[in-house]
């Protein structure tokens, strides 16, 4: 067995939630700069430019780049040959959250209970974890922050096999038209396909980790992904939903099996506020 130091794991994760509300990755900063650049309207150019002064004066300044500094999100790969050392990771992970959202000054967002006690928990916990348990001694850590805004206009749909890949086209285009400007585009779209009901809609979140850009390995999911965006920038949405023709920024789609009879997908949107990295142990 591996044995991990469950403070050095702490210190590591907070150190990226403190850099994450200030500094967007680079990919989607360069990104938004080309599109800058390929806009046709002034209203478009200006929205963006925005957008990359924003940005700057995060990184400048340290200050979050939204007000909505988010729920943070982990997915969590842990090794089957790791035993933590002085602590649990579900704690660690959780003072994590609560002592950077005190030091940072990074907004409370996360209520007691959803309906009947909208009364706020006062540091942002708790934090939303995935695991998964994979072979080995490594531990990945994928983190994000995620703004309520994206995940609000999120949607999944359970269709039928016979919908097929006009069905899936169907569905992301119908989600992407009615979040208009509400997600804040230029979005990332993560999209899952297959699994069943709740396992769909961790895929498309999984998806939204993956590495910014990146293809799908399999060539057709890779150019579904590439068809998509293209027919997501048609749709005229643009930057903050005032129209232009950069909508999205990245189509990203996990797959996952399914049951001959099932056909679910799911479509999880994030803002152009892209707060995601990842550490390994
Ligand atoms: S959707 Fe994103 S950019 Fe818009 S308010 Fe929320 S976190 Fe900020």
């Not at 400007?181 to 699994?195: E, K, L, M, S, W």
């Not at 998806?207 to 057709?220: I, K, Y």
Request: net charge negative; proline share 5%.
């Amino acid at each position: 067995m591996r044995q991990l130091d469950i403070n050095g794991i702490k210190a590591a994760v907070k150190d990226s939630l403190a850099q994450l509300g200030t500094n967007i990755d680079p990919k989607v900063e360069q990104a938004i700069l080309q599109a800058q650049k390929e806009e046709t309207t002034e209203l478009a150019r200006d929205i963006l430019t925005t957008l990359l002064d924003n940005y700057y004066i995060g990184r400048r300044d340290c200050l979050p780049i939204c007000q909505d500094t988010g729920t943070a999100v982990f997915m969590v790969e842990l090794g089957e040959d790791i035993c933590f050392q002085d602590g649990s990771l579900t704690d660690a992970l959780q003072e994590a959250v609560r002592e950077v959202w005190q030091e940072q000054y990074y907004r409370n967002s996360i209520l007691r209970d959803p309906l009947f006690d909208r009364t706020n928990t006062k540091d942002n916990t708790p934090a939303i974890i995935h695991t998964e348990l994979v072979k080995g001694d490594k531990l990945t850590i994928k983190i994000a922050l995620k703004g309520g805004g994206a995940e609000n206009m999120s949607a999944l749909k359970m269709l039928k096999p016979s919908d097929g890949k006009q069905g899936i086209r169907e569905f992301v285009l119908e989600t992407i038209i009615k979040a208009g400007g509400n997600p804040c585009p230029p979005v990332i779209v993560g999209i899952g396909v297959g699994g069943n009901f709740e396992t769909c809609a961790i895929l498309a979140k999984k998806a939204l980790f993956r590495e910014f850009g990146s293809p799908h390995p399999a060539t057709e999911w890779a150019e579904l992904e590439a068809e998509l965006l293209q027919a997501i920038n048609e749709t005229g949405v643009g930057p903050q939903g005032l129209g232009g023709r950069t909508t999205a920024l990245s189509v990203q789609i996990e797959t996952a099996p399914c049951h001959l009879a099932s056909l679910p997908v799911a479509v999880n949107l994030n803002c152009h506020a892209h707060r995601h990295c990842k550490i390994s142990f």
